[in-house]
């Protein structure tokens, strides 16, 4: 299984500028989670799907950011427009089951804000 | 809401044996989990309690008292590679998961 792919893996943008980030989970995978880490703030769900349904939105910090799931296999963080405190790695990670505690990481979006 | 708390840092040496703190409170329970992430890496999972007692995998132990509201991890025979940060979390009704601070790990020649 190749696991959670992310893409890019960096980015670097200026303020102003629409950033979208992608995200592959495991195939079989019903759950998938958005996550922000900064040094400030440590690890943060910003969001989480079920069968591509978004179920807790409550950690997006602002209508700026935006995420869809439009099918199994896919979804994307959008921010627009971007600023520099959005400056951070974004994870995706998934898990099978609500009730398995294991998350599968991706390796993770560093995003610059100039 | 949910909250975690961990040691910043802990610092040993090679062979030797540690453990890492974390003190929780939650408006629901569910277990405790530990997760591994090495620099520029993300976070790996490590281990899961979600009843009272100790858990055993290897060099790692995980331990879980639920009316104490704490939990640790133990990591025996300290090697170089165990230099990370380590982040208790807990799965929780609603807000789902959530990380603690997170508990960086220096291991000396």
Redesign the interface.
């Known amino acids: 299984d190749a696991g959670v792919i992310q893409s890019p893996r960096h980015e670097v943008t200026e303020m102003g500028q629409e950033v979208t980030l992608r995200c592959k989970p495991i195939s079989g995978h019903d759950y998938l989670?958005w996550y922000r880490q900064t040094m400030m703030r440590?690890?943060e769900?910003l969001i989480?799907f079920n069968n591509n349904v978004p179920?807790?939105d409550?950690g997006m910090p602002e209508d700026r950011f935006s995420a869809k799931m439009p099918n199994a296999s896919f979804s994307t963080l959008k921010i627009q427009p971007s600023e520099p405190r959005d400056s951070a790695v974004y994870?995706c990670a998934s898990t099978p089951d609500r009730g398995t505690?294991?998350?599968?990481?991706?390796?993770?979006t560093r995003l610059t804000v100039l | 809401g949910q909250s975690l708390e961990q040691p910043s840092e802990v610092t040993a040496v090679e062979g030797a044996i540690v453990q890492i703190n974390c003190t929780y409170q939650t408006s629901g329970f569910y277990g405790l989990s530990w997760y591994q992430q090495h620099d520029g890496g993300a976070p790996t999972f490590l281990s899961y309690n979600a009843l009272d007692g100790l858990e055993e995998t290897g060099r790692f132990s995980s331990f879980l008292s639920r009316s104490d509201s704490y939990g640790y991890l133990l990591l025996q025979e300290l090697q170089m590679k165990d230099s990370a940060s380590y982040f208790c979390a807990v799965p929780a009704a609603g807000q789902n998961f959530v990380f603690g601070p997170g508990t960086r790990l220096s291991v000396l020649p």
């Open positions: 989670f440590g690890l769900l989480y179920i807790d409550s994870f505690d294991t998350q599968y990481f991706g390796p993770g």
